[in-house]
């Protein structure tokens, strides 16, 4: 039977004297370390309330305060129990389960992207393993909680939000997709999914692409911005033949925003790396069409 321990440490940083979280009667499994605590208040803070489908995601703006702490659970049970444990607590605490979703459920990647997360030297999630809960507390309207759960080869992990403060009137909104230029300047790079590639072929299909229009737009607008194309293909195949296949998607989607888009040639350069670093499971042929993929990587002003 796994060990548990109360929750009370969720406000605690070093000191057991400190105030602790009105939920310090949910437990947490015995091995665990706090890996982060962060406290932010006056701010309007965004939680998903459904998956993302048709590039958005329907969310709640909550106006207030969020208590965040992260949580590394060493010798953990797997990720799916983690997520049980905390479910049936909550429920038991007079919380009312508003959104419970996994991984490619939730809307995989594009829903893991949008959500406010602690460092990732804090919080390792893994994009094919991962949970994600949001509760408010009956009789409390001013109450939520959302819980990230994920899981290393080693260790689990669970990032818990607390929130304190009036939701906005109307506030069921949709979250629209960053913009290519700001894509890149949150994360460094814009990843093209919407490429039509079949398994095996370096040839981009006869369709309209609004992800390179918009980049190429971004490239023409900015003349001294450069950019890294990585190919990715799925693991159907052999290392030698994959990482040549993602080499060639890459310069596939280089010679279309050259000769369709007029983007000068030395603002692009192309690379690939074969099925090393997939979105998501190659067991199903929905993830196998989500692995083959190429992103544009900004690079640095020389």
């Known amino acids: 039977m796994t060990c548990l ?44 309330i459904a998956p993302f489908k048709n590039d958005s995601l329907p969310s709640l703006w909550v106006n207030g305060k969020n208590e965040r702490t992260v949580f590394k659970i060493n010798d953990a049970a797997p990720s799916f129990e983690i997520a049980r444990v905390f479910r049936d607590q909550l429920r038991e605490q007079e919380y009312s389960e508003l959104f419970y979703c996994h991984d490619q459920v939730c809307g995989g990647f594009d829903f893991y992207y949008q959500l406010d997360r602690a460092p990732a030297s804090a919080l390792y999630v893994d994009l094919r393993n991962f949970h994600f809960v949001v509760a408010e507390k009956r009789g409390d309207p001013e109450r939520y909680i959302s819980l990230l759960i994920s899981r290393s080869e080693t260790a689990g992990f669970v990032q818990i939000d607390i929130f304190s403060g009036v939701s906005e009137p109307n506030s069921i909104t949709t979250l629209k997709p960053l913009g290519i230029k700001e894509q890149f300047a949150k994360w460094g790079r814009v990843l093209l999914d919407k490429l039509d590639f079949e398994s095996g072929s370096p040839d981009l299909g006869e369709n309209n692409y609004p992800q390179l229009q918009a980049l190429a737009d971004f490239l023409n607008s900015n003349p001294n911005a450069r950019i890294l194309l990585v190919g990715h293909t799925d693991s159907m195949g052999s290392h030698e033949a994959n990482l040549e296949l993602s080499k060639e998607r890459a310069k596939s989607v280089a010679k279309h925003l050259i000769e369709i888009h007029q983007v000068n040639p030395k603002q692009i350069s192309s690379e690939g790396i074969g099925f090393f670093a997939p979105r998501t499971t190659n067991n199903t042929l929905e993830g196998r069409q989500l692995n083959r993929r190429v992103e544009a990587v900004l690079l640095a002003d020389e």
């Not at 009370?8 to 009667?25: E, F, G, K, P, R």
């Open 5 to 48: 321990r109360p929750i009370a440490v969720v406000l605690i940083v070093l000191s057991t004297t400190q105030q602790v979280s009105a939920l310090q009667d949910i437990a947490l499994p015995f091995e665990s370390e706090e890996t982060y605590q962060e406290m932010r208040d006056g701010l309007s803070h965004v939680i998903p």
